[in-house]
Protein backbone atom coordinates (compact mmCIF):
# COMPACT_ATOMS: atom_id res chain seq x y z
CA UNK A 1 0.00 0.00 0.00
CA UNK A 2 1.27 3.40 -0.61
CA UNK A 3 0.96 5.74 1.70
CA UNK A 4 1.38 9.69 0.68
CA UNK A 5 3.34 12.00 3.13
CA UNK A 6 4.29 15.64 3.14
CA UNK A 7 7.81 16.46 2.27
CA UNK A 8 7.94 18.81 4.52
CA UNK A 9 6.73 16.66 8.05
CA UNK A 10 9.07 15.72 10.18
CA UNK A 11 12.70 16.52 11.03
CA UNK A 12 15.09 17.94 8.32
CA UNK A 13 18.56 15.87 7.97
CA UNK A 14 20.05 19.64 7.40
CA UNK A 15 18.93 22.71 8.88
CA UNK A 16 17.07 26.09 6.69
CA UNK A 17 19.27 28.72 6.75
CA UNK A 18 18.42 31.91 8.30
CA UNK A 19 16.87 35.17 5.95
CA UNK A 20 19.54 36.95 4.85
CA UNK A 21 17.54 40.17 5.51
CA UNK A 22 18.20 38.69 9.17
CA UNK A 23 22.10 37.82 8.85
CA UNK A 24 22.73 41.55 7.50
CA UNK A 25 20.69 43.14 10.50
CA UNK A 26 22.32 40.74 12.50
CA UNK A 27 25.62 41.90 11.40
CA UNK A 28 24.72 45.45 11.42
CA UNK A 29 24.15 45.49 15.03
CA UNK A 30 26.96 43.25 15.63
CA UNK A 31 29.48 45.09 13.90
CA UNK A 32 28.19 48.73 15.45
CA UNK A 33 28.68 47.40 19.16
CA UNK A 34 32.03 45.36 17.63
CA UNK A 35 33.79 48.41 16.81
CA UNK A 36 32.29 50.75 19.84
CA UNK A 37 33.29 48.23 22.18
CA UNK A 38 36.45 48.02 20.90
CA UNK A 39 37.24 51.40 20.44
CA UNK A 40 35.95 52.32 23.79
CA UNK A 41 39.00 49.68 25.34
CA UNK A 42 41.68 49.57 22.93
CA UNK A 43 41.00 52.53 20.96
CA UNK A 44 40.22 53.42 17.29
CA UNK A 45 44.05 53.68 16.62
CA UNK A 46 44.06 49.99 16.71
CA UNK A 47 42.26 48.91 13.42
CA UNK A 48 43.48 45.52 13.21
CA UNK A 49 41.89 44.35 16.34
CA UNK A 50 38.55 45.60 15.17
CA UNK A 51 39.08 43.49 12.09
CA UNK A 52 39.87 40.30 14.07
CA UNK A 53 36.91 40.76 15.92
CA UNK A 54 35.22 41.72 12.91
CA UNK A 55 36.53 38.53 10.66
CA UNK A 56 35.38 36.63 13.83
CA UNK A 57 31.76 38.04 13.72
CA UNK A 58 31.31 37.49 9.82
CA UNK A 59 32.16 33.82 10.46
CA UNK A 60 29.94 33.26 13.39
CA UNK A 61 26.90 34.71 11.31
CA UNK A 62 27.96 32.87 8.30
CA UNK A 63 27.58 29.45 10.34
CA UNK A 64 23.11 30.32 10.12
CA UNK A 65 23.38 32.00 6.83
CA UNK A 66 23.08 31.05 3.11
CA UNK A 67 25.99 32.02 0.32
CA UNK A 68 24.29 35.05 -1.44
CA UNK A 69 23.88 36.75 1.88
CA UNK A 70 28.08 36.67 2.54
CA UNK A 71 29.50 39.49 0.51
CA UNK A 72 26.76 42.05 2.01
CA UNK A 73 27.79 40.88 5.71
CA UNK A 74 31.78 41.72 4.64
CA UNK A 75 30.71 45.24 3.03
CA UNK A 76 28.71 46.35 6.23
CA UNK A 77 31.91 44.91 8.47
CA UNK A 78 33.69 46.85 6.41
CA UNK A 79 31.75 49.82 6.42
CA UNK A 80 31.72 50.79 10.10
CA UNK A 81 35.81 49.31 9.99
CA UNK A 82 36.45 51.68 7.86
CA UNK A 83 34.00 54.32 9.17
CA UNK A 84 34.40 54.25 12.90
CA UNK A 85 37.57 51.95 13.24
CA UNK A 86 40.52 54.19 11.81
CA UNK A 87 40.64 57.87 12.75
CA UNK A 88 38.89 60.44 11.93
CA UNK A 89 35.95 58.73 13.15
CA UNK A 90 32.79 58.99 11.34
CA UNK A 91 34.05 59.87 7.88
CA UNK A 92 34.63 57.22 4.71
CA UNK A 93 38.17 56.70 2.96
CA UNK A 94 39.78 54.25 0.58
CA UNK A 95 42.96 53.23 0.72
CA UNK A 96 43.06 50.72 -1.73
CA UNK A 97 46.16 47.81 -0.26
CA UNK A 98 44.32 48.64 3.19
CA UNK A 99 40.71 48.63 2.44
CA UNK A 100 40.79 45.52 -0.55
CA UNK A 101 43.00 43.39 1.92
CA UNK A 102 40.12 44.38 4.73
CA UNK A 103 37.16 43.58 2.75
CA UNK A 104 39.13 40.54 1.00
CA UNK A 105 39.79 39.23 4.76
CA UNK A 106 36.05 39.85 5.51
CA UNK A 107 34.60 37.83 2.44
CA UNK A 108 36.81 34.95 3.35
CA UNK A 109 35.76 34.79 6.92
CA UNK A 110 31.88 34.73 6.00
CA UNK A 111 32.52 32.30 3.18
CA UNK A 112 34.73 30.38 5.25
CA UNK A 113 32.44 29.86 8.25
CA UNK A 114 28.83 29.44 5.71
CA UNK A 115 31.27 26.63 4.15
CA UNK A 116 32.56 24.86 7.26
CA UNK A 117 28.73 24.82 7.94
CA UNK A 118 27.60 23.15 5.22
CA UNK A 119 29.96 20.88 5.89
CA UNK A 120 29.37 19.89 8.98
CA UNK A 121 25.36 19.73 8.52
CA UNK A 122 26.00 17.59 5.41
CA UNK A 123 28.27 15.73 7.46
CA UNK A 124 25.70 14.86 10.43
CA UNK A 125 22.69 14.25 8.13
CA UNK A 126 24.53 11.53 6.63
CA UNK A 127 25.69 10.55 9.45
CA UNK A 128 21.89 10.59 10.98
CA UNK A 129 20.33 8.84 7.67
CA UNK A 130 22.98 6.10 7.59
CA UNK A 131 22.81 4.89 11.06
CA UNK A 132 18.90 5.45 10.32
CA UNK A 133 19.47 3.02 7.38
CA UNK A 134 21.74 0.51 8.42
CA UNK A 135 19.72 -0.01 12.16
CA UNK A 136 16.33 -0.77 10.21
CA UNK A 137 14.59 2.11 12.18
CA UNK A 138 13.92 4.12 9.24
CA UNK A 139 11.32 2.94 6.72
CA UNK A 140 13.18 1.39 3.17
CA UNK A 141 10.50 0.90 1.56
CA UNK A 142 9.53 -3.00 2.65
CA UNK A 143 7.71 -4.92 5.02
CA UNK A 144 9.34 -4.37 8.40
CA UNK A 145 7.47 -7.65 9.74
CA UNK A 146 9.71 -10.72 9.21
Do not use: K
Request: aromatic share 10%.
Amino acid sequence: MVEWVFLRSGARPVPEPAATPLVWSAAFGGALLLVASTNAVIGPDRPLFALAGLSLLASLLGWRARFMAAPGTAVLCWLFLNAFGIPPAGTLSWSVQRDTFWLACLLAAAVAGTALARLGHARAAYRRLSTMNSTGTADSGGDPRP
